[in-house]
């Protein structure tokens, strides 16, 4: 029955697996490309005009020029790509459908904003502003001020999750849950003020990168990052997870001008890595796999093979293509999903460039879909929050979900026999059995008893034996004791443990200075070595 | 020469052709456009069993017209909605669940308990009573008449536990301390059967659903009893542990009986070997005093001493579904209603109430939208039942505290008798005393 059971699901298996190869011939939209006829021609060489050229009437709308005043900027798409949100760094915020040109909100905040990210869909959208996170709706009516988020440096909104995460000048990442309005989790990462944040979007890990060249891997459930790397000399500026390998590998970028590749599965040394012209690097991953590096005066983009086979010499991948921006410094960039085209933010506004191969072709509209409707946005809505993944379950592997749980460590041997299960064992041997029983516990008792029998000997040789059951009860009702004996319970409890040794501290004093008093022992001479006891 | 082309999405496609229209709708089914499927799906399996419990209100109606505890209840063959009961009053009501009225009632049909009730051909009904009287009543509809005269009496010996009606021929049967076969056009009874050495009370009879002629009986004597009507004779009897009350054949496998013992438990049986039982079912904590199969044979109801009704699943022997309310006595009868749909108690505080077979079914019409996320939640139940959490909400059922701290006393019984009978065991000299099956010790003795 039950191995008829794992081959149906086998059969199960490869059946979905053929029907999703079948699947795969129904995807109607093709991916963009650029192809070179011989070794002598290179993509790189081709400029924007030309790409704008080839690619036609339609097309040709995402090459953008924004010229702004207030930068330099920073931006982000919506899930479904057909909404920007740009924030300058002093002030000026709009959200803005980018292909019907229709402006959602447009704001002069007049502080200092670091980030700003778009929540479950565009109706709303959170800046780091120079104090708090402000949330606003679509209409830029502010509609909360986050007040636990100080001075926060970068935003992150985790979609399965409806949590906002923020990192800051603090160095204290936080989470929040934009259902229910509840502080998650506030992690301290201890390495300072924090100004690059990036997150998994296949397991909702968060990925730090400090000033002291540290990449932190969080989850809300662990206080302590999950993973922790050394990636630079010198502090991380640029993070990004490659999202068309479900978050197999993750690009960083220093200080010191370096970009490399991370394989997450293995963190022994970079997979690839290269320095760059002109130092400080933002980095982004498409959804097809392709890198964009933004630093000094030009965006250059990577293409997928060569930025993740391991290549030891540190010489910069085969480039695809390449676009100048005079416009120093460049703060961010950004695919739009599903189309191909690539936003850069700078000190002049921002441009949209066309970078073909780059976008996912075919969107699933129950996850994200470009062209919705209000009343399809509404139901999306919806559903999320009935699908929204508790918090706790973020991990490194999500897997984890519906697999089988571990072989427990426990082990229901009585002497090596197992012949009488678990729940039949008698309370001491199930708690032995659960490693809760506390040996020291019965040790301790004896030895007290023992100690009041030898300070009986000791005074006067010959007691009655009244005497001694009357000594013996003397001291039982100490309120230390009987808070001992109250806790003797057999479960190891701290509290009880600390105590305990508190009192053989004590005991041991006591012997020492019995032993003194009596000439059995010398009395330690001071040393200058004692101020660096502990006590 | 570069080839060169950007990716687009032509509005004609993904947009409504008209206004009005749906918005198409695409799919790519790359796992990487979907994270945390798994993990979604879970949660969504988990509303699902969160939802079937809040929506799982079983109680539909409650019966009144009974001035005492309602003893029988039997269905009409062929319909869905008429049964009728009958009490300890010696009244007997036909009752449309449809409508949830009495379309007939007969007050003092006999004189203390209705004990047996059964529909005839047509729109007759026989019961038979202590009073030692079967009588055979007219319920087609008409005006209520509390002086209604039955269309024939059959006067027995002694009194009547049970009886039940052939399926095809114009027969029934009855018990009391002998298992009678009477003609509905003659005034004695057709033929006595008996078991050579039985001397004991009948307490319950019925003809097999699909061996129209085999007959099964229970009686005090802790026995169970086949006969056949061609030969006239009992055929075989099994004596067991302790006593039945009552009995039900298979609708859809007719070798297969259940028994509703005294000792909390039901057993079906297989007619072609009475040895053993084939499953037991535990869960009641009190004597069950009634069992019927569903028309589909696939579950089964019943009723207890405990003040509960359960609806166990054929083949699976614990963790029924399971009914109760706070004004609902003890269980002296429960059916399930001919669509399998509903399930009908009759208790000692002289109520007959309806329920639904599944808690949570919704009643009503059901569009085919909401058919569809039925089905895909009974589904996401299903795929996700070994999980903890949705395991668990989908498992636990509250229980009335006097039922809940029953069963613990029970278990704790059980399993002190059974440590006692190990250490036992240990220490008799090896291979002295071997462990009996629980299937083997219901039945002593097996007689032909």
């Known amino acids: 029955m039950h191995t008829s059971k794992t081959l149906n699901y086998a059969a199960h298996a490869a059946r979905a697996k053929t029907l999703l190869q079948d699947a795969e011939l129904l995807l109607a939209d093709d991916a963009g490309l650029m192809q070179v006829e011989n070794d002598m021609e290179k993509t790189w060489r081709v400029g924007q005009d030309e790409v704008v050229k080839g690619a036609g009437q339609e097309g040709s709308g995402g090459r953008q020029e924004w010229k702004l005043d207030g930068g330099p900027y920073r931006s982000r798409y919506s899930r479904n790509g057909r909404h920007l949100a740009i924030v300058g760094s002093t002030g000026h915020v709009a959200t803005f459908d980018w292909q019907t040109g229709t402006i959602h909100a447009e704001l002069q905040l007049q502080e200092t904003c670091r980030d700003i990210t778009f929540l479950q869909d565009q109706s709303f959208f959170a800046v780091a502003q120079k104090k708090y996170v402000f949330v606003y709706d679509r209409d830029g009516v502010e509609l909360h001020r986050l007040k636990a988020h100080i001075e926060p440096t970068r935003l992150e909104f985790l979609p399965y999750h409806w949590l906002l995460a923020s990192v800051g000048n603090t160095g204290y990442l936080k989470y929040q849950d934009t259902s229910t309005g509840l502080l998650v989790a506030e992690h301290r990462t201890k390495a300072g003020a924090c100004r690059t944040m990036a997150q998994n979007r296949h397991n909702a890990v968060i990925h730090l990168g400090h000033q002291n060249g540290v990449v932190s891997l969080w989850t809300p459930n662990l206080s302590h990052p999950t993973v922790q790397l050394l990636a630079h000399l010198g502090p991380v500026v640029g993070l990004s997870v490659d999202p068309s390998t479900g978050g197999r590998y993750m690009a960083s970028s220093g200080a010191d001008g370096t970009v490399k590749v991370w394989d997450c599965r293995n963190w022994k040394g970079a997979v690839r890595q290269w320095t760059t012209r002109g130092g400080v690097a933002e980095l982004e991953w498409s959804a097809k796999g392709a890198l964009a590096v933004a630093s000094g005066g030009s965006v250059n983009v990577y293409t997928k093979p060569s930025i993740q086979a391991p290549f030891a010499p540190k010489v910069a991948p085969p480039l695809y293509l390449t676009h100048p921006v005079p416009h120093r410094p460049l703060t961010s960039v950004r695919f739009c999903p599903f189309q191909d085209i690539l936003t850069i933010g700078h000190n002049a506004g921002l441009s949209s460039i066309l970078a073909p191969g780059s976008g996912e072709p075919n969107f699933d509209s129950t996850e994200a879909d470009p062209f919705e409707g209000k009343k399809t946005r509404r139901e999306r809505e919806v559903k999320g ?22 072989p427990t460590k426990l082990t229901t041997a009585v002497n090596d026999k197992h012949d009488v299960p678990f729940a039949r064992l008698p309370r001491l041997e199930r708690l032995r059995v659960q490693g809760k029983v506390d040996e020291t516990e019965l040790e301790g008792g004896i030895e007290v008893d023992d100690n009041t029998n030898e300070e009986g000997d000791g005074n006067g040789k010959k007691q009655s034996k009244e005497e001694r059951e009357k000594r013996k009860m003397r ?16 479960v190891i409890d701290p509290t009880a443990v600390a105590i305990r040794a508190k009192l053989e501290k004590q005991r041991e004093e006591r012997r020492v200075a019995k032993a003194i008093e009596k000439g059995e022992m010398e009395p330690k001479k001071p040393s200058a070595l004692d101020r660096f006891r502990r006590s | 020469m570069v080839k060169i082309s950007v990716l687009q999405h032509a509005p004609s496609t993904h947009l409504p052709a008209r206004p009005g229209d749906p918005t198409p709708t695409s799919r790519n089914l790359d796992p990487l456009m979907h994270p945390f499927a798994r993990a979604r799906e879970r949660m969504r399996a988990l509303n699902a069993a969160k939802m079937d419990r809040i929506f799982a209100k079983p109680f539909v109606a409650s019966l009144e017209g009974h001035i005492d505890a309602v003893e029988v209840l039997c269905k009409k063959p062929g319909t869905v909605s008429t049964i009728a009961s009958g009490s300890w009053d010696g009244g007997v009501i036909v009752h449309n669940i449809a409508e949830q009225k009495h379309s007939h009632r007969i007050q003092g049909a006999h004189k203390g308990k209705v004990s047996g009730l059964c529909f005839a051909d047509g729109d007759k009904l026989l019961s038979c009573g202590v009073d030692c009287n079967i009588k055979l009543w007219d319920v087609s509809l008409q005006e209520e008449d509390s002086q209604q005269k039955p269309l024939n009496v059959f006067a027995g010996k002694s009194p009547f536990n049970s009886l039940d009606h052939h399926r095809s021929d114009r027969l029934f049967a009855t018990a009391s301390n002998i298992v009678q076969i009477w003609d509905e056009t003659k005034s004695a009874a057709i033929s006595d059967l008996t078991f050579s050495t039985a001397t004991e009370t009948v307490t319950s009879v019925r003809f097999n659903l699909a061996e129209t002629s085999v007959l099964g ?18 055929e075989r009897r ?183 009978e190990e250490r036992r065991r240990r220490h008799t000299r090896a291979g002295q005393s071997k462990p009996k099956a629980e299937r083997k010790k219901i039945v002593l003795t097996e007689q032909t």
Not at chain 2, 217 to 234: M, N, P, Q, V, W
């Open chain 1, 385 to 406: 929050l009935l699908d929204k993944i508790p918090p706790d379950m973020i991990a490194l592997d999500v897997d984890f979900v519906g697999s089988l749980a571990p």
């Open chain 1, 475 to 490: 001291g039982k009702g100490k309120s230390v004791k009987r808070y001992l004996r109250k806790q003797r319970k057999n």
């Open chain 2, 217 to 234: 009986s229970i009686g005090s004597d802790r026995s169970f009893t086949l006969y056949d009507i061609r030969t006239g004779k009992a």
């Open chain 2, 238 to 420: 099994v004596i067991m542990q302790m006593r039945s009350n009552a009995l039900s054949w298979s609708p859809t496998f007719p070798t297969s009986v259940l028994l509703a013992s005294e000792d909390h438990n039901l057993y079906t049986f297989d007619v072609r070997n009475l040895s053993s039982p084939l499953h037991i079912y535990k869960a009641h904590v009190a004597p069950v005093m009634s069992c019927e199969w569903s028309p589909t044979g696939l579950e089964f109801v019943s009723g207890g001493w405990d003040r509960t009704v359960r609806i166990w699943k054929e083949g699976r022997g614990t963790n029924p579904e399971v009914y109760h309310t706070k004004r609902m006595q003890r269980v002296s009868s429960s059916i399930f209603t001919a669509d399998a749909r509903f399930v009908i108690s009759g208790s000692d505080d002289g109520n007959v109430r309806i329920w639904k077979a599944k808690a949570s079914e919704r009643l009503g019409i059901v569009t085919a939208r909401e058919r569809a996320a039925i089905e895909y939640r009974d589904s996401l139940k299903d795929r996700w039942k070994h999980d903890q959490d949705v395991g668990k909400i989908s498992r636990t059922r509250h229980l009335p505290k006097p039922v809940y701290q029953a069963a613990q006393l029970k278990r704790t019984m059980l399993e002190a008798q059974r440590v006692k």
